[in-house]
């Protein structure tokens, strides 16, 4: 066993399966999502494709349920959260959800950052929260920053800190959406490499990104969207290196 294996969060104990079926979501007259369906086995890791205001973050957004969908079903494991009986707290605790602008706690230290939610949405004691913040902040190579602000990391080193304040809630799922996206170029690679490596561990990923060598290389299968529904998915190197439909192939040229 390696030192990561025992780390807490640092691998799925129960990666989570996804399953999305017929999902809509609009904004009063706009439709954004026009009947998606999607499914993410237990540690499979899942890239979302696509031009901007396709829907990839609304998508993200319902299923840990900062959006409501109008209609269709979303499962994670077993757990209708779509069903409005569901405890929305409960289903948010098994889900770590990464933005594009980090969302770093500002006041607070590092530490603090990866501590709060354990102890007051788990009832971690504070030593058991540091504990586990401390084994996250050294799987991302950032132990030596625990006590910093946010405000004194660089872009890349922030997000490393928001990978680890989301593992550090030992969650089944996560959710990525454009984690590389506001970050200067010489610092995407550490944030990759931590992704690369919470893949080959086991996680189940849904990752929306616009790093095609990242898709093609780490992800089990790529899903493009364009305009609210899904045009084309398959395995990555398929979609990536050999897409089948004109919308997917002219999306990658501009982007690749
Ligand atoms: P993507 O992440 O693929 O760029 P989004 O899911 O962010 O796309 O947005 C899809 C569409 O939905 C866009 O037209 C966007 O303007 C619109 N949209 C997103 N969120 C809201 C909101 N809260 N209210 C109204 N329109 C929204
Ligand atoms: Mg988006």
Do not use: W
């Not at 829907?55 to 840990?64: D, E, I, P």
């Not at 098994?94 to 102890?119: D, E, H, I, Y």
């Not at 189940?204 to 045009?231: C, I, K, P, Q, W």
């Amino acid at each position: 066993m390696n030192n990561t294996a025992s780390v807490p969060g640092a691998t799925a104990s129960h990666p989570a399966s996804v399953s999305i079926d017929g999902l809509h979501k609009s904004y009063g007259s706009l439709d954004v999502l026009k009947g998606i369906s999607l499914e993410v086995g237990p540690g499979e890791v899942v890239c979302l494709i696509g031009p901007s205001g396709s829907g990839k973050s609304t998508l993200l957004r319902c299923v840990n349920l900062l959006e409501t969908p109008q209609q269709g079903v979303i499962r994670i494991g077993d757990v209708e959260v779509t069903d409005p009986e569901v405890d929305i707290d409960a289903v948010r605790r098994r889900v770590g959800m990464v933005f594009q602008q980090f969302n770093l706690f500002p006041n607070m230290s590092v530490l603090g950052n990866l501590t709060v939610a354990q102890r007051k949405v788990l009832g971690r004691s504070e030593a058991e929260a540091r504990k586990t913040a401390m084994l996250n902040l050294e799987r991302v190579g950032l132990a030596e920053k625990a006590e910093n602000a946010p405000a004194q990391l660089s872009g890349g080193q922030q997000q490393r800190v928001a990978i680890a304040r989301a593992l550090s809630m030992d969650p089944e799922l996560m959710l990525f959406d454009e984690p590389t996206s506001a970050l200067d170029p010489e610092t995407v690679g550490d944030v990759l490499a931590i992704m690369r490596d919470l893949a080959k561990e086991g996680m189940t990923m849904l990752v929306v990104t616009h790093e095609m060598a990242f898709a093609r290389d780490v992800a089990d299968r790529v899903v493009f969207m364009d305009g609210g529904v899904v045009v084309e998915e398959g395995p990555a190197r398929e979609v990536v290196g050999a897409p089948q439909h004109k919308r997917t192939q002219a999306f990658l040229s501009r982007v690749l």
